[in-house]
């Protein structure tokens, strides 16, 4: 297992060695969108310019319960090991469906990615991992992804919401990306959650939008603001890719993925979509503008929810591993310590590979590099560090999505207005064999997985990544009324 693992991170960092050069990547344009047909096209509600009335969930409405572990199984892709990137929570089984073994380029796992339905124990405050109670299976592994997104293989991003409407009833509804992303192909699907007869239905383009802006996470819109503002668009989508090359912050697009009649439209379509936050691109200017606040290229943004507690309380959350450093680089870990940059100076003039914290260039030195990965000097993969990073949930207004939607504001415009650090409640306790690409201590990397939410019950389900060994552990936490 060890070995196929580190055979599957050689992989992945040589793909990484591809993904430096922001001039390079999406040079074409998508393609002209479809023209829909009646039966395919929303109908969009014209916003109102006053937003619905909401009482913000604060920091200490989130009330922790505790974590509970993923049930064993160590043979890939059928393991929870090296999984966790996509998770749903089911309100008509109160299961949660979550993906395993990630999906790995040139035959490493090919069929990876596969989806289980598990039950969801009560969680432990206990900070032994032994006494933490384990979910069991509900459906086991099932391979839904066996001949759809087979374009995007290297370093999959997905996304699933379960979502139950009047018109199509149960489904599952998936985003699937890739690391380096590619405009012509489409990226969203859905699919039954009997996993045994999933058929599988898609696959869409979200509108003509930047593919490195869409396919990472998914939630559910609450039913009477998406009909107020995005013409009865009740699923939500977006991603946060590193470097700031879908927007400089977490992305969001509500969308329809059903016909008029609950059917599917064609494969290749592409949907109608509101979008509802999206920051300037990397792409488009090397200055840090147009962004969210304290905004860092090393920012992973990795899962959202829209929740509203049961006392009628609201927040837009994302979850996800927030760079906060002094200094943030394009380039390796410094052996000499974290408050020191290790650029990788091959690239210095393809983009500004080291800034301060307010996005200014970090001083001249700092752009000479510190180890030569050809000789093997590096001490850890090529990526985005910084001399910091946290484990965090940040919080937006809904109302300001809504003046997004009517026009009223730009999409870079709204930003959190609450931020909770989470790091406290993590077990931090990777493979040892692992570290060389996360990182240690406060360069510690991929803290944070996908989230769902259970909003009956206002129950916040959090994956840490790497929590059990190479498994992921479940979070909880309780929105109070």
Known sequence: MHKQRRYAFIAIFLLSLLACNFTSLNAAEPPPAAQPDAATAPTMASAPSQALPAELIQPDDLVYLGAFRLPSGDEPPQTFAYGGNAMTFNPDNNT?????????????????????????????????????????????????????FI???????VGLQYLNHPVTGPLLHVAWGEHLQRDEFPSHGWFSPNLSAPDFQGEWFIGNENMYSVNGYMFDIPTEWANAYTGGMLLATG??????????????????????????????????????????????????????????????????????????????????????????????????????????????????????????????EDFS??????????????????????????????????????????????????????????????????????????????????????????????????GDGAKPLVHVWQVQP
């Open 369 to 466: 590099g510190c180890c030569d990965e050809d000789a093997g000097t590096c001490v850890t993969g090529r990526g985005w560090w910084s001399t910091r990073f946290d484990a965090e949930f940040i919080l937006f207004n809904p109302n300001d999505l809504a003046q997004v939607a009517s026009g009223e504001l730009e999409p870079w415009e709204p930003q959190p207005y609450a931020v909770v650090d989470i790091d406290e409640r993590l077990f931090f306790n990777p493979p040892e064999w692992d570290v060389e690409q996360l990182g240690t201590g406060d360069q510690r990397r991929d803290r944070i997985g996908d989230v769902a939410y259970d909003r009956a019950n206002g129950l916040l389900y959090v994956l840490e990544l790497y």
């Open 96 to 148: 949660l469906f979550i993906t395993g073994h990630e999906r790995i380029a040139y035959g490493a796992v090919p069929d990876g990615a596969q989806v289980a339905e598990v039950s969801i124990p009560a969680p432990s405050l206990a900070r032994n991992l032994e006494e933490l109670n384990t979910a069991e299976f509900v459906q086991d592994f099932a391979n839904i992804f066996e001949d759809h």
């Open 151 to 157: 374009e995007f293989q290297e370093i999959p991003k």
């Open 239 to 364: 991603r946060m890719r590193d470097g700031g090359q879908g927007g400089m912050g977490p992305t969001l697009f509500a969308y329809t993925p059903w016909n008029a009649d609950g059917s599917p439209p064609p494969s290749g379509t592409h949907l109608d979509d509101v979008p509802l936050l999206l920051y300037e691109n990397a792409y488009n200017t090397e200055d840090i503008y147009h962004a969210m606040n304290g905004y860092q290229h090393p920012d992973a943004w990795e899962g959202g929810a829209w929740m509203n507690a049961p006392g009628g309380k609201t927040a837009v959350l994302f979850a996800g591993t927030k760079s906060n450093g002094e200094k943030y680089w394009y380039g390796y870990v410094n052996a000499a310590g974290p408050e020191y940059a290790c650029v990788d100076p091959r690239h210095n003039d393809d983009f500004t590979t080291c800034r301060l914290a307010d996005g200014s260039p970090c001083p001249p």
